[in-house]
Protein backbone atom coordinates (compact mmCIF):
# COMPACT_ATOMS: atom_id res chain seq x y z
CA UNK A 1 0.00 0.00 0.00
CA UNK A 2 2.98 2.38 0.66
CA UNK A 3 4.05 1.75 -2.89
CA UNK A 4 1.72 4.15 -4.64
CA UNK A 5 1.59 6.45 -1.96
CA UNK A 6 4.94 6.79 -1.66
CA UNK A 7 5.89 7.45 -5.75
CA UNK A 8 2.94 9.94 -5.11
CA UNK A 9 4.95 11.93 -2.40
CA UNK A 10 8.07 12.16 -4.17
CA UNK A 11 6.12 13.21 -7.15
CA UNK A 12 8.92 12.74 -10.21
CA UNK A 13 7.13 11.61 -13.04
CA UNK A 14 3.38 13.24 -12.55
CA UNK A 15 5.28 16.70 -11.78
CA UNK A 16 7.24 16.53 -13.93
CA UNK A 17 4.86 15.72 -16.99
CA UNK A 18 3.09 18.96 -15.74
CA UNK A 19 6.42 20.73 -16.49
CA UNK A 20 5.75 18.90 -20.02
CA UNK A 21 2.23 19.95 -20.40
CA UNK A 22 2.78 23.28 -19.41
CA UNK A 23 5.96 23.80 -22.15
CA UNK A 24 3.65 22.47 -24.83
CA UNK A 25 1.14 24.77 -23.94
CA UNK A 26 3.29 27.83 -24.00
CA UNK A 27 5.26 26.43 -27.25
CA UNK A 28 1.80 26.35 -29.10
CA UNK A 29 1.08 30.17 -27.24
CA UNK A 30 4.20 31.11 -28.44
CA UNK A 31 3.91 30.02 -32.08
CA UNK A 32 0.89 31.57 -32.89
CA UNK A 33 1.72 34.92 -31.29
CA UNK A 34 5.46 34.46 -33.18
CA UNK A 35 2.81 34.17 -36.86
CA UNK A 36 1.03 37.14 -35.05
CA UNK A 37 4.38 39.11 -35.09
CA UNK A 38 6.15 38.34 -38.31
CA UNK A 39 3.07 39.22 -39.98
CA UNK A 40 2.81 42.60 -38.78
CA UNK A 41 6.94 43.28 -39.16
CA UNK A 42 5.67 42.53 -42.75
CA UNK A 43 3.04 44.54 -42.85
CA UNK A 44 5.13 47.41 -41.48
CA UNK A 45 7.43 46.97 -44.51
CA UNK A 46 10.88 47.20 -41.75
CA UNK A 47 13.70 46.39 -43.91
CA UNK A 48 16.01 43.18 -44.19
CA UNK A 49 19.27 45.15 -42.75
CA UNK A 50 16.96 45.80 -39.25
CA UNK A 51 16.48 42.28 -38.65
CA UNK A 52 18.46 39.72 -36.72
CA UNK A 53 20.63 36.71 -37.29
CA UNK A 54 19.62 34.26 -40.41
CA UNK A 55 17.30 30.98 -38.81
CA UNK A 56 19.31 27.72 -39.03
CA UNK A 57 17.98 25.34 -41.44
CA UNK A 58 16.32 21.93 -40.58
CA UNK A 59 18.86 19.47 -40.18
CA UNK A 60 16.82 16.66 -40.17
CA UNK A 61 14.32 17.73 -42.90
CA UNK A 62 14.75 20.71 -44.45
CA UNK A 63 12.65 20.66 -47.26
CA UNK A 64 9.48 20.16 -45.04
CA UNK A 65 6.88 23.14 -44.51
CA UNK A 66 6.89 21.74 -40.76
CA UNK A 67 9.13 22.56 -37.99
CA UNK A 68 7.34 20.89 -34.87
CA UNK A 69 8.78 21.69 -31.55
CA UNK A 70 8.71 19.19 -28.99
CA UNK A 71 8.89 19.26 -25.12
CA UNK A 72 12.38 18.82 -24.04
CA UNK A 73 12.35 19.89 -20.34
CA UNK A 74 13.12 17.01 -17.78
CA UNK A 75 12.67 18.05 -13.70
CA UNK A 76 14.75 14.78 -12.97
CA UNK A 77 17.72 15.92 -14.68
CA UNK A 78 17.71 19.76 -15.95
CA UNK A 79 18.80 22.57 -13.81
CA UNK A 80 16.78 24.66 -12.49
CA UNK A 81 18.29 27.80 -13.34
CA UNK A 82 18.57 30.90 -10.97
CA UNK A 83 15.57 33.88 -10.74
CA UNK A 84 15.47 35.39 -13.87
CA UNK A 85 18.29 38.44 -14.56
CA UNK A 86 16.77 41.79 -14.62
CA UNK A 87 16.40 43.64 -17.40
CA UNK A 88 19.11 46.46 -18.38
CA UNK A 89 18.48 49.60 -20.31
CA UNK A 90 18.33 49.81 -24.11
CA UNK A 91 17.33 51.56 -27.29
CA UNK A 92 14.03 50.67 -28.97
CA UNK A 93 13.61 51.13 -33.01
CA UNK A 94 10.37 53.33 -33.30
CA UNK A 95 9.33 51.07 -36.30
CA UNK A 96 9.03 47.56 -33.78
CA UNK A 97 7.72 50.21 -30.97
CA UNK A 98 4.71 50.67 -32.73
CA UNK A 99 4.31 46.97 -33.55
CA UNK A 100 4.04 46.34 -29.84
CA UNK A 101 1.62 49.04 -29.27
CA UNK A 102 -0.63 47.27 -31.56
CA UNK A 103 0.19 43.67 -30.24
CA UNK A 104 0.07 44.74 -26.47
CA UNK A 105 -3.53 44.23 -26.48
CA UNK A 106 -3.80 40.72 -27.37
CA UNK A 107 -1.19 40.12 -25.10
CA UNK A 108 -3.55 41.57 -22.05
CA UNK A 109 -6.47 39.29 -23.35
CA UNK A 110 -4.82 36.03 -23.89
CA UNK A 111 -2.71 36.40 -20.35
CA UNK A 112 -6.04 36.70 -18.42
CA UNK A 113 -7.25 33.34 -20.01
CA UNK A 114 -3.75 31.63 -20.00
CA UNK A 115 -2.55 33.34 -17.18
CA UNK A 116 0.86 33.05 -18.74
CA UNK A 117 3.60 36.31 -18.96
CA UNK A 118 4.19 37.93 -22.05
CA UNK A 119 6.88 39.91 -23.68
CA UNK A 120 7.90 40.67 -26.98
CA UNK A 121 11.17 41.04 -27.95
CA UNK A 122 12.73 43.02 -31.63
CA UNK A 123 16.02 41.43 -33.35
CA UNK A 124 18.06 42.84 -30.48
CA UNK A 125 15.84 41.59 -27.68
CA UNK A 126 14.71 45.13 -25.79
CA UNK A 127 10.54 44.47 -25.20
CA UNK A 128 8.99 46.12 -27.40
CA UNK A 129 5.20 44.84 -25.47
CA UNK A 130 4.06 43.22 -22.71
CA UNK A 131 2.18 44.66 -18.86
CA UNK A 132 6.24 45.54 -17.68
CA UNK A 133 9.67 46.24 -18.91
CA UNK A 134 8.96 47.25 -22.24
CA UNK A 135 11.71 49.88 -23.61
CA UNK A 136 14.64 47.33 -21.41
CA UNK A 137 16.77 44.51 -22.75
CA UNK A 138 16.16 40.65 -21.99
CA UNK A 139 19.05 39.74 -24.38
CA UNK A 140 21.39 38.82 -21.83
CA UNK A 141 18.84 36.28 -20.34
CA UNK A 142 20.21 32.72 -21.87
CA UNK A 143 17.18 31.07 -23.31
CA UNK A 144 16.67 34.59 -24.80
CA UNK A 145 20.08 34.59 -26.44
CA UNK A 146 19.70 31.12 -27.84
CA UNK A 147 16.11 32.23 -29.74
CA UNK A 148 18.15 35.33 -31.05
CA UNK A 149 20.39 33.23 -32.58
CA UNK A 150 17.56 31.57 -34.61
CA UNK A 151 16.99 28.39 -31.84
CA UNK A 152 13.68 27.57 -29.55
CA UNK A 153 15.33 27.37 -26.08
CA UNK A 154 12.69 26.85 -23.11
CA UNK A 155 14.22 26.85 -19.06
CA UNK A 156 13.19 25.86 -16.04
CA UNK A 157 14.26 29.32 -13.38
CA UNK A 158 13.25 29.53 -9.54
CA UNK A 159 10.41 30.96 -9.28
CA UNK A 160 9.58 34.56 -7.47
CA UNK A 161 6.57 34.30 -5.86
CA UNK A 162 4.21 37.17 -5.01
CA UNK A 163 2.82 35.69 -2.12
CA UNK A 164 3.77 32.36 0.15
CA UNK A 165 3.01 28.83 -1.15
CA UNK A 166 0.41 27.52 1.39
CA UNK A 167 3.07 24.92 3.34
CA UNK A 168 1.24 21.83 1.93
CA UNK A 169 1.94 22.45 -1.09
CA UNK A 170 5.47 22.66 -0.29
CA UNK A 171 6.18 18.89 -1.28
CA UNK A 172 6.07 19.32 -4.63
CA UNK A 173 9.12 21.03 -6.61
CA UNK A 174 6.27 22.70 -9.44
CA UNK A 175 5.48 25.05 -7.22
CA UNK A 176 8.92 26.81 -6.48
CA UNK A 177 10.18 26.33 -10.43
CA UNK A 178 8.67 28.46 -13.92
CA UNK A 179 8.81 27.04 -17.08
CA UNK A 180 10.58 29.93 -19.50
CA UNK A 181 9.73 29.53 -23.67
CA UNK A 182 11.55 31.48 -26.31
CA UNK A 183 10.46 31.94 -29.76
CA UNK A 184 12.24 33.07 -32.49
CA UNK A 185 9.71 35.12 -35.08
CA UNK A 186 11.39 34.25 -38.58
CA UNK A 187 10.59 36.93 -41.48
CA UNK A 188 12.02 35.52 -44.80
CA UNK A 189 15.09 33.93 -42.91
CA UNK A 190 15.46 36.42 -40.56
CA UNK A 191 15.04 37.05 -36.70
CA UNK A 192 12.87 39.25 -36.59
CA UNK A 193 12.29 39.50 -32.84
CA UNK A 194 11.41 36.96 -30.01
CA UNK A 195 8.34 35.48 -28.10
CA UNK A 196 9.25 35.08 -24.63
CA UNK A 197 6.64 33.32 -22.37
CA UNK A 198 6.32 32.47 -18.69
CA UNK A 199 3.88 30.53 -16.62
CA UNK A 200 4.41 28.60 -13.36
CA UNK A 201 3.23 25.09 -13.58
CA UNK A 202 -0.05 23.45 -12.23
CA UNK A 203 0.72 22.26 -8.59
CA UNK A 204 0.46 18.80 -8.36
CA UNK A 205 -1.48 18.90 -4.61
CA UNK A 206 -4.09 21.32 -6.73
CA UNK A 207 -4.69 18.86 -9.40
CA UNK A 208 -4.92 15.68 -6.85
CA UNK A 209 -7.66 17.84 -5.39
CA UNK A 210 -9.56 18.99 -8.69
CA UNK A 211 -9.55 14.79 -8.98
CA UNK A 212 -10.32 14.12 -5.11
CA UNK A 213 -13.47 12.10 -6.57
CA UNK A 214 -10.85 9.82 -8.35
CA UNK A 215 -8.11 9.95 -5.59
CA UNK A 216 -10.38 8.93 -3.11
CA UNK A 217 -11.74 5.68 -4.93
CA UNK A 218 -7.82 5.04 -5.96
CA UNK A 219 -7.22 5.15 -2.74
CA UNK A 220 -10.04 2.53 -1.09
CA UNK A 221 -9.04 0.45 -4.22
CA UNK A 222 -5.50 0.33 -3.04
CA UNK A 223 -6.42 -0.30 0.56
CA UNK A 224 -8.75 -2.99 -0.33
CA UNK A 225 -6.17 -4.67 -2.63
CA UNK A 226 -3.75 -4.82 0.18
CA UNK A 227 -6.15 -6.57 2.82
CA UNK A 228 -6.67 -8.70 0.31
CA UNK A 229 -3.37 -9.11 -0.84
CA UNK A 230 -2.36 -10.20 3.44
CA UNK A 231 -5.23 -11.99 4.26
CA UNK A 232 -4.09 -14.06 1.00
CA UNK A 233 -0.05 -14.61 2.51
CA UNK A 234 -1.91 -15.11 6.09
CA UNK A 235 -3.66 -18.11 4.33
CA UNK A 236 -1.06 -19.41 2.11
CA UNK A 237 1.79 -18.88 3.48
CA UNK A 238 1.98 -17.38 7.02
CA UNK A 239 0.21 -20.39 8.47
CA UNK A 240 1.32 -23.27 6.76
CA UNK A 241 4.90 -21.89 7.90
CA UNK A 242 3.96 -21.34 11.73
CA UNK A 243 2.08 -24.75 11.74
CA UNK A 244 5.56 -26.48 10.28
CA UNK A 245 7.76 -24.54 12.69
CA UNK A 246 5.25 -26.41 15.34
CA UNK A 247 5.95 -29.74 13.89
CA UNK A 248 9.49 -29.21 13.73
CA UNK A 249 9.43 -28.49 17.37
CA UNK A 250 7.47 -31.47 17.93
CA UNK A 251 9.47 -33.74 16.05
CA UNK A 252 12.89 -32.48 17.53
CA UNK A 253 10.71 -33.60 21.02
CA UNK A 254 10.31 -36.92 19.72
CA UNK A 255 6.70 -36.80 19.24
CA UNK A 256 6.51 -39.10 16.67
CA UNK A 257 3.25 -38.37 16.00
CA UNK A 258 3.81 -34.88 14.63
CA UNK A 259 5.64 -36.59 11.68
CA UNK A 260 2.25 -36.21 9.20
CA UNK A 261 1.04 -33.64 6.58
CA UNK A 262 -0.53 -30.40 7.89
CA UNK A 263 -3.76 -29.87 8.10
CA UNK A 264 -3.61 -26.86 5.34
CA UNK A 265 -0.96 -26.12 2.53
CA UNK A 266 -2.17 -22.85 1.11
CA UNK A 267 -0.13 -23.22 -2.05
CA UNK A 268 1.72 -26.35 -4.07
CA UNK A 269 5.33 -24.85 -3.04
CA UNK A 270 4.62 -24.54 0.56
CA UNK A 271 3.18 -28.49 -0.05
CA UNK A 272 6.17 -29.47 -1.95
CA UNK A 273 7.92 -27.99 0.85
CA UNK A 274 6.11 -29.87 3.35
CA UNK A 275 6.38 -33.05 1.87
CA UNK A 276 10.11 -32.96 1.46
CA UNK A 277 10.06 -32.14 5.09
CA UNK A 278 8.36 -34.47 6.45
CA UNK A 279 10.39 -37.32 4.13
CA UNK A 280 13.57 -35.57 5.58
CA UNK A 281 12.30 -36.61 9.52
CA UNK A 282 11.24 -40.09 8.83
CA UNK A 283 14.73 -40.47 7.12
CA UNK A 284 16.33 -39.26 10.20
CA UNK A 285 13.85 -41.06 12.43
CA UNK A 286 14.77 -44.24 10.46
CA UNK A 287 18.25 -43.60 10.81
CA UNK A 288 17.97 -43.28 14.32
CA UNK A 289 16.66 -46.17 14.88
CA UNK A 290 19.01 -47.86 12.39
CA UNK A 291 22.05 -46.19 14.16
CA UNK A 292 20.26 -47.64 17.80
CA UNK A 293 19.47 -50.67 16.66
CA UNK A 294 23.64 -50.88 15.08
CA UNK A 295 24.55 -49.87 18.09
CA UNK A 296 22.89 -53.07 19.96
CA UNK A 297 24.21 -55.32 17.52
CA UNK A 298 27.72 -53.86 17.97
CA UNK A 299 27.53 -53.77 21.35
CA UNK A 300 26.22 -57.55 21.50
CA UNK A 301 29.04 -58.92 18.78
CA UNK A 302 31.93 -57.23 20.98
CA UNK A 303 30.95 -58.19 23.95
CA UNK A 304 31.02 -61.96 23.70
CA UNK A 305 34.48 -62.46 22.66
CA UNK A 306 35.23 -59.33 25.25
CA UNK A 307 33.72 -61.12 27.63
CA UNK A 308 36.28 -64.64 27.20
CA UNK A 309 38.89 -63.46 26.44
CA UNK A 310 38.54 -61.18 30.37
CA UNK A 311 37.54 -64.50 31.67
CA UNK A 312 40.36 -66.10 30.24
CA UNK A 313 42.88 -63.34 31.24
CA UNK A 314 41.35 -63.68 35.08
CA UNK A 315 41.88 -67.26 35.19
CA UNK A 316 45.16 -67.41 33.73
CA UNK A 317 46.22 -64.60 35.90
CA UNK A 318 44.62 -66.09 39.27
CA UNK A 319 45.27 -69.84 38.61
CA UNK A 320 47.38 -70.23 36.01
CA UNK A 321 50.09 -71.39 38.03
CA UNK A 322 48.00 -74.36 39.19
CA UNK A 323 47.00 -75.01 35.35
CA UNK A 324 49.15 -77.27 33.13
CA UNK A 325 50.90 -76.23 29.78
CA UNK A 326 47.63 -78.13 27.71
CA UNK A 327 45.37 -75.57 30.48
CA UNK A 328 47.92 -72.87 29.96
CA UNK A 329 47.87 -73.31 26.53
CA UNK A 330 43.60 -73.75 25.29
CA UNK A 331 43.04 -70.09 27.56
CA UNK A 332 45.89 -68.69 25.62
CA UNK A 333 44.22 -69.96 22.76
CA UNK A 334 40.83 -68.96 23.55
CA UNK A 335 42.30 -65.32 24.28
CA UNK A 336 43.97 -65.26 20.69
CA UNK A 337 41.06 -66.81 19.01
CA UNK A 338 38.33 -63.86 20.62
CA UNK A 339 40.77 -61.24 19.82
CA UNK A 340 40.92 -62.50 16.52
CA UNK A 341 37.38 -62.35 15.80
CA UNK A 342 37.45 -58.22 17.39
CA UNK A 343 39.76 -57.84 15.03
CA UNK A 344 37.80 -59.64 12.25
CA UNK A 345 34.49 -57.58 13.15
CA UNK A 346 36.62 -53.65 13.69
CA UNK A 347 37.78 -54.55 9.79
CA UNK A 348 34.07 -55.63 8.99
CA UNK A 349 32.81 -52.41 10.48
CA UNK A 350 35.24 -50.50 9.09
CA UNK A 351 34.36 -51.57 5.65
CA UNK A 352 30.70 -51.23 6.26
CA UNK A 353 31.41 -47.57 7.15
CA UNK A 354 32.93 -46.99 4.02
CA UNK A 355 30.45 -48.96 1.62
CA UNK A 356 27.56 -46.76 3.56
CA UNK A 357 29.66 -43.52 2.93
CA UNK A 358 31.00 -44.35 -0.36
CA UNK A 359 30.25 -41.95 -3.40
CA UNK A 360 29.57 -42.73 -6.47
CA UNK A 361 32.86 -42.45 -8.73
CA UNK A 362 31.64 -42.56 -11.94
CA UNK A 363 33.82 -45.25 -13.51
CA UNK A 364 32.77 -47.95 -15.50
CA UNK A 365 33.92 -51.13 -15.73
CA UNK A 366 32.64 -55.19 -16.98
CA UNK A 367 32.22 -58.14 -15.50
CA UNK A 368 34.77 -60.16 -17.23
CA UNK A 369 37.28 -57.01 -15.48
CA UNK A 370 35.54 -57.63 -12.07
CA UNK A 371 36.18 -60.96 -11.93
CA UNK A 372 39.78 -60.55 -13.16
CA UNK A 373 40.32 -58.67 -9.67
CA UNK A 374 39.01 -61.80 -7.84
CA UNK A 375 41.72 -63.77 -5.39
CA UNK A 376 43.03 -67.16 -6.96
CA UNK A 377 42.81 -69.11 -3.64
CA UNK A 378 40.38 -71.73 -2.52
CA UNK A 379 36.98 -71.40 -4.14
CA UNK A 380 34.33 -72.99 -5.92
CA UNK A 381 34.43 -73.18 -9.95
CA UNK A 382 33.03 -69.89 -11.99
CA UNK A 383 30.85 -70.61 -14.81
CA UNK A 384 30.40 -67.32 -16.30
CA UNK A 385 27.56 -65.91 -19.04
CA UNK A 386 28.35 -62.65 -19.23
CA UNK A 387 30.07 -60.80 -22.15
CA UNK A 388 30.95 -57.39 -22.11
CA UNK A 389 28.14 -56.44 -20.07
CA UNK A 390 29.05 -52.80 -18.82
CA UNK A 391 28.15 -52.23 -15.44
CA UNK A 392 28.43 -48.23 -14.11
CA UNK A 393 30.59 -49.00 -10.51
CA UNK A 394 34.22 -49.42 -10.43
CA UNK A 395 35.78 -52.99 -11.20
CA UNK A 396 36.76 -52.32 -7.23
CA UNK A 397 33.85 -52.50 -5.89
CA UNK A 398 32.39 -54.91 -8.47
CA UNK A 399 35.01 -57.34 -7.36
CA UNK A 400 34.12 -56.83 -3.55
CA UNK A 401 30.21 -57.78 -4.04
CA UNK A 402 31.49 -61.01 -6.45
CA UNK A 403 33.75 -61.64 -3.41
CA UNK A 404 31.48 -61.50 -1.12
CA UNK A 405 28.87 -63.98 -2.94
CA UNK A 406 31.51 -66.14 -3.62
CA UNK A 407 32.68 -66.62 -0.40
CA UNK A 408 29.50 -67.27 1.07
CA UNK A 409 28.51 -69.99 -1.19
CA UNK A 410 31.53 -71.61 -0.54
CA UNK A 411 30.77 -71.43 3.00
CA UNK A 412 27.76 -73.10 2.14
CA UNK A 413 28.87 -76.05 0.54
CA UNK A 414 28.82 -75.08 -3.30
CA UNK A 415 30.98 -76.07 -5.52
CA UNK A 416 30.10 -74.35 -8.62
CA UNK A 417 29.00 -70.67 -9.23
CA UNK A 418 27.13 -69.87 -12.07
CA UNK A 419 27.48 -66.05 -13.17
CA UNK A 420 24.99 -64.36 -16.11
CA UNK A 421 24.11 -60.64 -16.82
CA UNK A 422 22.31 -58.93 -19.40
CA UNK A 423 21.57 -55.15 -20.84
CA UNK A 424 18.49 -53.46 -21.01
CA UNK A 425 16.76 -50.63 -20.73
CA UNK A 426 19.97 -48.67 -19.14
CA UNK A 427 20.05 -51.83 -16.53
CA UNK A 428 22.69 -54.40 -16.16
CA UNK A 429 20.57 -57.43 -14.53
CA UNK A 430 23.55 -60.22 -13.20
CA UNK A 431 22.58 -63.03 -11.69
CA UNK A 432 24.68 -65.61 -9.03
CA UNK A 433 23.67 -68.57 -8.37
CA UNK A 434 25.01 -71.95 -6.69
CA UNK A 435 24.36 -75.54 -5.88
CA UNK A 436 25.37 -75.38 -2.21
CA UNK A 437 23.01 -75.40 0.73
CA UNK A 438 20.82 -72.46 0.08
CA UNK A 439 18.91 -70.21 2.27
CA UNK A 440 16.20 -71.72 4.91
CA UNK A 441 12.51 -70.20 4.19
CA UNK A 442 13.05 -69.17 8.06
CA UNK A 443 16.03 -67.15 7.24
CA UNK A 444 15.18 -65.41 3.67
CA UNK A 445 13.97 -62.05 5.45
CA UNK A 446 16.91 -61.86 7.70
CA UNK A 447 20.07 -62.62 5.37
CA UNK A 448 20.81 -58.55 4.73
CA UNK A 449 20.71 -57.59 8.54
CA UNK A 450 23.92 -56.67 9.77
CA UNK A 451 25.23 -59.25 12.05
CA UNK A 452 22.87 -62.02 10.97
CA UNK A 453 25.17 -65.33 10.16
CA UNK A 454 24.45 -69.21 10.65
CA UNK A 455 28.10 -69.60 10.65
CA UNK A 456 28.85 -67.97 14.13
CA UNK A 457 30.68 -70.76 15.76
CA UNK A 458 33.28 -71.26 12.58
CA UNK A 459 34.03 -67.23 12.58
CA UNK A 460 31.26 -65.45 10.72
CA UNK A 461 30.44 -61.87 11.14
CA UNK A 462 26.92 -61.71 9.34
CA UNK A 463 28.04 -58.20 7.57
CA UNK A 464 29.26 -59.72 4.03
CA UNK A 465 25.63 -59.29 2.38
CA UNK A 466 25.45 -55.82 4.60
CA UNK A 467 28.77 -54.67 2.76
CA UNK A 468 26.85 -55.77 -0.79
CA UNK A 469 23.77 -54.36 0.12
CA UNK A 470 25.46 -50.64 1.10
CA UNK A 471 27.73 -50.98 -1.93
CA UNK A 472 24.99 -51.53 -4.41
CA UNK A 473 23.21 -48.52 -3.09
CA UNK A 474 25.62 -46.08 -3.09
CA UNK A 475 25.60 -46.90 -6.79
CA UNK A 476 22.01 -47.45 -7.21
CA UNK A 477 21.89 -50.49 -7.49
CA UNK A 478 19.70 -53.23 -5.55
CA UNK A 479 20.37 -56.78 -4.82
CA UNK A 480 17.32 -59.36 -3.63
CA UNK A 481 17.24 -62.93 -3.15
CA UNK A 482 15.22 -64.80 -5.71
CA UNK A 483 13.73 -68.23 -5.86
CA UNK A 484 15.74 -70.81 -7.05
CA UNK A 485 15.87 -74.91 -7.68
CA UNK A 486 18.99 -75.77 -6.18
CA UNK A 487 21.45 -73.60 -3.92
CA UNK A 488 20.53 -69.71 -3.63
CA UNK A 489 20.49 -67.53 -6.09
CA UNK A 490 20.70 -63.58 -5.75
CA UNK A 491 19.63 -60.84 -8.40
CA UNK A 492 21.80 -57.74 -8.77
CA UNK A 493 20.55 -54.63 -10.77
CA UNK A 494 23.30 -51.96 -11.38
CA UNK A 495 22.63 -48.82 -13.95
CA UNK A 496 24.56 -50.04 -17.21
CA UNK A 497 27.58 -48.20 -18.25
Not at 165 to 182: D, E, I, K, Q
Not at 260 to 284: C, Q, V, W
Not at 311 to 336: C, K, Q, T, W, Y
Not at 368 to 379: C, E, K, Q, V
Request: proline residues 5%; charged residues 20%; glycine residues 8%.
Amino acid sequence: MALPLVGLFFFRLYENQLIRQTEAELIAQGAALAAIHAQEVRDAGIAAEKLGAAVPADSDNPDSPYRPIEPRLDLASDKVLATRPAATAATVDPAFTAIGARLSGILAETQKTTLAGFRLLDPKGVVIAGREEVGLSLGAVGEVRAALAGRYASALRQRVPNQPSPSLYSVSRGTRVRVFVAMPVAVDGKVAGVVYLSRTPNNIVKHLYGERGKVVLAAIAILGGTLLIGLTFLRTVSRPIYALMEWTKRIAAGDRAAIRPLDHHGTREMAALSDAFLDMAEKLHARSDSIQTFATHVSHELKSPLTAIQGAAELLRDSGSAMDEAERRRFSDNIVTDAGRLNLLVRRLLDLARAENLAPSGESTSLSAALALLPTGDRPALRVEAGETGLRISAENAAIVLANLIDNSARHGATLVSITAASAGGKATIQVSDDGAGISPSNRGRIFKPFFTTRRDCGGTGMGLGIVLALLKAHDGTIRLVDSERGARFEIILPAA
